[in-house]
């Protein structure tokens, strides 16, 4: 596993860069999603495609911005599933991205997720690496090397409440859960990047980011493998917890497709409670 960390440390420097320098129009070509895929995906995709092709442990490559699974080392034990560039449109106005990866071992289910990591793009770069049984660890690149800073533990409740989507598709118990934290002295916390979004509320202690379904997604817009999961492992492993919109653990999830999306709720204990309530989900 060291080597595919390290692998994820070096990618991080090369995708820096490239942000830092890359012409940042469209390519001609659509993801899987059917969105218009920048220069920078496509850059940040090969980037990682060919770091981990001399990695021998990683077996295939699942990427948001390919369809399907790419194999790499057939003898390998690993499927790395990734989100290249995350919230890539947000570097036109020079906000934080990131780079997502979950790896798992076995079929594609979040049961099989063995470690994820990511990798905030902002005025420093930061990486988290979660592995089972074990509080995430914090790292801050210095001199293109990653220090370990501080394993993240999630308090039980915090101040920040980044809601995603658009209101005015939201359903009303979800508008009503929002609303609650707000009337509760909650503060707004939402750049329109998951990855800087989940960090800012890992860091600083608590609160909730919500990507519900609402009436244009109904199944939620963040895919499940490189997305959603990798982010709901790391939550659980800092104290928190990462729900659907059923009440399910967004660790249960088992996807029909790479790229099926789940609508997804990571937070602090009472801030998952208060979700729970507005929604009517009794356990
Ligand atoms: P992307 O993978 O195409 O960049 O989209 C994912 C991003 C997330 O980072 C973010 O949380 C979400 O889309 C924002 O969506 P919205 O603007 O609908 O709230
Ligand atoms: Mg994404």
Known sequence: MTSIFDTIKSIAFEIDHAIKTADLGYSQSENSSGEEQLKLDVQSDII?????ASVSMVKDLVS???????????????TIC???????????????????????EGELRASNLVASAYVV??????LVVATQGQKPLLYRANNQEFKEIAPITL???????????????????????????????????????????????????GGIFSYPDTSDKPHGKLRQLFEVIPFAFIYEQAGGEAIDNKGVRLMELIPAHPHDTSPCFFGSSYEVSQLKKAYGIQH
């Not at 990682?48 to 981990?52: D, H, V």
């Not at 793009?121 to 930061?126: A, S, T």
Request: avoid cysteine.
């Open 82 to 104: 990734y989100d290249p560039l995350d919230g890539s449109s947000l570097v036109d106005v020079n906000l934080s991205v990131g780079s997502i990866f979950g790896i798992y």
């Open 48 to 52: 990682i495609e060919k770091a981990f």
């Open 121 to 126: 793009y902002g005025p420093r770069i930061e």
């Open 155 to 205: 308090q039980s409740k915090g101040k920040l409440n980044a809601p995603g989507g658009t209101q005015q598709n939201w359903s009303a118990s979800h508008k009503g859960f929002v609303d609650g934290l707000f009337s509760q002295g909650y503060r707004l916390r939402y750049s329109g990047g998951m990855v800087p979004d989940l960090h800012q509320i890992l860091l600083k202690g």
């Open 64 to 78: 948001e911005e390919k369809e399907g699974v790419m194999l790499l080392n057939p003898e390998g034990k690993y």
